[in-house]
């Protein structure tokens, strides 16, 4: 019952809103947060595919939106040879192509890291990849009485 009378208060301070030539001024609003400060670099990756062939980047961006499914990403190239950036708008999109590598398209490997507002891209190496390798090893045991 608590939200129907909020939205019958929304509903009476709506209907009391109206606009005249006399707020030519505007409406002042104080104690707004700078967004564009900092502009979300907190969610930039920057990848590189180890290859050297030329990468697809229409094709990359389809298949690496639908597999990561973020709420939303912006990807871009750049002028160095097949290195992308990557921008997210929520930190756990980011996160999770982080933690859920390594990433492949057309066979080839996305080596990813975050990108800090201080670096230069030209002067960006990745050089690591982070895997869990599996190896199963058999032992064969033979009749030890023969020694």
Request: hydrophobic share 45%; glycine share 2%; net charge negative.
């Amino acid at each position: 019952m608590a939200s129907s009378s909020r939205n019958k208060d929304l509903e009476e301070a709506y209907a009391n809103l109206s606009l005249s030539t006399d707020d030519e001024d505007g409406i002042i609003i104080e104690d707004i947060p700078d967004v564009t400060a900092n502009e979300g670099l907190d969610f930039y990756l920057v990848g590189c595919f180890v290859t050297n062939k030329k990468i697809n980047f229409m094709a990359m961006q389809d298949t690496l939106s639908s597999i990561w499914r973020p709420v939303k990403v912006i990807m871009e190239e750049t002028t160095q040879m097949n290195m992308f950036l990557f921008k997210f708008f929520h930190e756990r999109d980011m996160q999770r192509v982080l933690e859920d590598g390594p990433w492949t398209f057309n066979q080839q490997v996305l080596l990813v890291k975050k990108f800090n507002a201080d670096e230069q891209l030209k002067d960006i190496e990745l050089l690591e990849l982070y895997m869990w390798v599996r190896y199963t090893m058999s032992l064969l045991v033979s009749n030890l009485s023969s020694f």
